[in-house]
């Protein structure tokens, strides 16, 4: 089926399929495009979005498209790099801005007209951003402003040019889909695309690609895999989809068994369970850096995957492997021209990605996002309980055990000063008067205007339990100090001097970990109320004030799609429970709750 559609410019940045994603949500299809894209392929689509990107429209390699989209005569919406881009191509200037801003600010709106019509006077937008537009470009009005940032929103209405500096692709946007959904009426679009439409083209691609070839499709019983079983099912049939959960022993408590039943259950009865928990944990002996673990477990999955179809005496020219990789997990890893990678998931790694490129790999849902699977599920009727599982993630608790090498360990880490800036920061521009700031001598995976970082959580110890003035100080100081990239709450456990364990990916830190897990989704089941939570990651720190003990992190999110997260507001008595709990193994000295929304840290912390 032929679709109008509009076109997303992809410069990089970390939700440019997402903007892709919520202009298909309202009915419009969207596609997504390099920016050298010629002008003579770009004249077919009735609106351009140019979207955000990680790096500054002056650096030497810099992506930028030809000014000549800007004589196409159809409507152009930059936005975060794609806004300060345009500005910049059209005669603008573009600086470091005074403040990075990562997160939640205040839009104060100016000029309700064009993309702006019928927003709010003022509305939270979601920010990850450095530079900023100090000079706009001859006919351009600024429409709105935060308080970091002038010419946050510029329109030059004539011409139907729109930028803005924030996000309106994000959930957490409040009026961001009203803007897009705005751009779309100004494009003068046809509306023909839906998640039913998207089945029915799906279903004929996956026909044209296998032939009559099957597929053995890796399942660990999440959303994803779970969906994608079901989808090649319908177009392929059952005999013709085999699925195979591995039992990497990083699952949760039980969780094998568990999921191996939920298929049954839901109809799903071609699938083997093999456990290779010992060749798992084997492999990552005495590994510690994040991302060579995820490369190891990436790699594994694929050897186990080949080692199963020999047992099964699968002959392999009739058998391509399945995925259900999603767009996030793409994104992530560096997936797109400029992207830059966050951290390589385990579907992503290079032996898989030949693999794909050589055609062996099938990925029917590499498109969507999160939200989009789901509804996908419901429209193929897998049960609401499966289609509403938490995300789990493929390397399991390989990516929530941190692990420190000798070297490390022993590194001196001075955070004196540090310590005392940010607790001067936190006493004069925050409201947690009494709180004391402590570095952490770890570090966890982040994303900060695109980039990937690697940094250090502060832990903040106060009597003040006001989730919004902890909001405040959690997104201030990731604004403010380059050194951190999350900030944690002191839920249980003393102030002293931390520091880190030795310590890799051992079967008893394995045991540690799902125990203290098993009672925080113990004490959640138990609860009245899920807080929204999207999904709960509970991380296992090597630090403490302790030689030999550990901490625990809790890291409930709320989110729609994985590419922008909030930190979940759980009622303090239910975490007080949670806290008791796991303090009662004498290995743990520590609880910690995550305050940091994403961006700037990642779900998971590796």
């Known amino acids: 089926m032929e679709h109008e559609k509009v076109a997303v410019l992809d410069f990089g940045g970390q939700y440019a399929h997402l903007i892709a994603n919520r202009i298909r949500r309202l009915g419009v299809y969207s596609e997504i495009k390099d920016p050298e894209t010629s002008i003579d392929d770009l004249r077919k689509y009735k609106g351009i979005i140019l979207s955000g990107g990680p790096m500054s429209v002056y650096a030497d390699a810099a992506p930028h498209c030809d000014p000549g989209i800007f004589e196409l005569g159809v409507p152009v919406l930059g936005i975060c790099y794609g806004h300060q881009l345009m500005q910049h191509l059209l005669g603008g200037e573009v600086k470091g801005g005074k403040a990075k801003e990562y997160g939640m600010a205040d839009l104060v709106l100016k000029q309700p007209v064009g993309l702006f019509g019928g927003i709010k006077d003022k509305s939270r937008v979601w920010m990850s951003h450095g530079d900023s537009v100090s000079t706009a470009a001859d006919g351009f009005v600024e429409a709105g402003t935060t308080e970091d940032c002038e010419n946050s ?54 026909k044209e690609k296998i032939g009559d ?238 980039e990937r970082t690697y940094r250090h959580p502060v832990i903040l110890f106060t009597k003040n339990r006001n989730w919004d003035d902890l909001e405040q100080a959690s997104t201030t100081i990731t604004n403010r100090f380059t050194e951190v990239n999350r900030v944690l709450l002191v839920l249980g456990g003393e102030s002293g001097g931390f520091g880190l364990k030795i310590s890799d990916l051992s079967s008893e830190r394995v045991e540690l970990l799902q125990s203290a897990d098993y009672s925080v989704m113990s004490a959640m089941s138990e609860s009245s109320d899920d807080f929204a939570i999207w999904q709960f990651p509970v991380v296992l720190l090597p630090v403490s004030t302790e030689n030999a003990k550990e901490a625990i992190v809790l890291r409930p999110v709320v989110s729609t799609e994985a590419m922008t997260a909030s930190f979940a507001r759980i009622e303090w008595a239910l975490l007080d429970k949670m806290t008791a709990q796991i303090l009662e193994n004498d290995q743990l000295m520590h609880v910690f709750y995550d305050l940091t929304h994403k961006p700037p840290g990642t779900i998971e912390w590796e």
């Open 153 to 206: 929103a510029l329109f030059d209405e004539s011409r139907h040019f729109y930028g803005v500096q924030f996000h309106p692709e994000v959930t957490h946007s409040e009026e961001g889909m009203k803007m897009l959904d705005n751009f779309l009426g100004i494009c003068k679009v046809s509306r023909d695309w839906s998640i039913e439409q998207f089945i029915e083209e799906e279903v004929e691609q996956i």
């Open 213 to 450: 070839k099957k597929v053995f499709l890796l399942c660990s019983g999440g959303v994803d895999s779970t969906v994608a079983f079901a989808l090649l099912e319908k177009a392929l049939g059952s005999d013709r989809v085999y699925g195979l959960l591995v039992d990497t022993g990083l699952m949760r408590h039980e969780e094998a068994k568990q999921v191996q039943v939920a298929l049954n259950q839901a109809g799903f009865t071609n699938l083997h369970v093999a456990d290779k928990s010992e060749e798992f944990l084997k492999a990552l002996e005495g590994k510690t850096d994040p991302e060579e673990k995820r490369k190891i477990i990436g790699e594994l999955f694929w050897k186990v995957k080949e080692d199963v179809a020999e047992e099964l005496k699968l002959n392999p020219d009739e058998w391509i492997m399945g995925q259900g990789t999603i767009y996030p997990d793409t994104i992530e890893t560096g997936g797109t021209k400029h992207a830059d990678t966050i951290k390589t998931h385990h579907n992503r790694v290079d032996l898989v990605q030949k693999m794909i490129d050589a055609g062996k790999v099938i990925e029917p849902l590499a498109q969507l996002y999160k939200d989009e699977v789901r509804d996908l599920g419901e429209k193929l009727g897998l049960p609401h309980e499966l289609v509403w599982r938490q995300p789990f993630p493929g390397p399991g608790l390989g990516v929530r055990i941190l692990c420190v090498g000798e070297q490390e360990a022993n590194e001196k880490l001075d955070f004196s000063i540090l310590n005392e800036n940010i607790q001067t920061f936190l006493r004069s521009h925050t409201a947690l008067s009494d709180a004391e700031s402590i570095v952490l001598p770890i570090k966890s995976v982040g994303v900060q205007g695109d």
